[in-house]
């Protein structure tokens, strides 16, 4: 098993909601990636989601793409990808995390290969952008077997029954993108979610996490009002943008997104 639902009971007995940052492995350079993700949790994050950088993200906005065109210069492959949780690992055994991404490197790879080296690195869950549901079973078997969770995308237009599909077929939460568009853009309705999170819960029990549209501390407290994670990508990947020609001062300054997010989250 996952680590993903021992870290979601051990917040839900303590009252807490997940803070999920995503950051894309290699971005700036690939000597940030780890460090980073230490920082990130010091700074109060729960679980966390590297990106595997990918030439064509289409659910992707400027900043995630830019992201990936940044790793993609140190020529960033998924094994790359999994050396760095490797010795995420090394040093923090507990805090889960997530790979994101897309089907292709998946299958260059080979779907047992893949589970099995993420398995041996350290990797909890799976989320791959543009693998349907309903013809993911291969990989998702894989997956299984070797005690990682497939984590799968729900959006806005998602029916009753493409909801149950993916919660029976996925595992460790249920990601709920917020609106219909890419990340990065700025139309979080925080009622919308709310009445589509009752129709999610309705047909599963898995946790639901909510991403895209998250920006500030302002909006992850709201949302954590109503979901049971806030996952936070273009807002962090902004900070670090903002640093890109000073590495140096990337582990130090860009998880203070995430601290400030924490903080109001743990006083609404």
């Known amino acids: 098993m996952s680590r993903i639902p021992a870290r979601f009971d051990t917040l839900r007995s303590k009252g807490r909601k997940a803070l999920i940052p995503y950051i894309t492995a290699g971005d700036p350079q690939p000597d940030?990636?780890?460090?980073?993700?230490?920082?990130?949790?010091?700074?109060?994050?729960?679980?966390?989601?590297?990106?595997?950088?990918?030439?064509?993200?289409?659910?992707?906005?400027?900043?995630?793409?830019?992201?990936?065109?940044r790793a993609l210069k140190h020529h960033i492959s998924l094994h790359h990808v999994l050396e760095m949780v490797r010795e995420f690992r090394q040093t923090d055994s507990e805090t889960p995390v997530i790979l994101m991404g897309y089907l292709n490197p998946i299958e260059v790879m080979g779907y047992e290969t893949f589970a099995k080296a993420a398995e041996s690195a350290g990797v909890d869950g799976a989320l791959t952008v543009d693998l349907p549901?309903?013809?993911?079973?291969?990989?998702?078997?894989?997956?299984?077997?070797?005690?990682?969770?497939?984590?799968?995308?729900?959006?806005?237009?998602?029916?009753?029954?493409?909801?149950?599909?993916?919660?029976?077929?996925?595992?460790g939460f249920l990601y709920y993108?917020?609106?219909?568009?890419?990340?990065?853009?700025?139309?979080?309705?925080?009622?919308?979610?709310?009445?589509?999170?009752?129709?999610?819960?309705?047909?599963?029990?898995?946790?639901?996490?909510?991403?895209?549209?998250?920006?500030?501390?302002?909006?992850?407290?709201?949302?954590?009002?109503?979901?049971?994670?806030?996952?936070?990508?273009?807002a962090l990947v902004n900070r670090i943008a903002a640093l890109v020609d000073e590495p140096a001062r990337i582990v130090a300054e860009a998880p203070q997104v995430i601290a400030e997010m924490r903080a109001a989250m743990d006083a609404s």
Do not use: W, Y
């Open 32 to 69: 940030v990636t780890v460090p980073l993700m230490h920082a990130l949790v010091k700074a109060g994050a729960d679980l966390l989601e590297l990106g595997v950088p990918f030439s064509d993200p289409m659910a992707d906005g400027p900043v995630i793409q830019a992201a990936c065109e």
């Open 133 to 171: 549901p309903e013809e993911g079973c291969e990989l998702v078997a894989a997956l299984k077997t070797h005690g990682i969770d497939t984590i799968f995308l729900a959006a806005p237009t998602s029916s009753d029954e493409r909801i149950r599909l993916m919660a029976k077929n996925g595992g």
């Open 177 to 234: 993108v917020s609106f219909k568009g890419v990340t990065g853009a700025n139309r979080l309705d925080v009622q919308s979610v709310k009445n589509k999170l009752d129709q999610i819960r309705a047909n599963t029990d898995l946790p639901v996490g909510v991403g895209f549209g998250i920006r500030d501390a302002e909006s992850a407290a709201q949302v954590a009002g109503v979901a049971d994670a806030v996952v936070v990508g273009s």
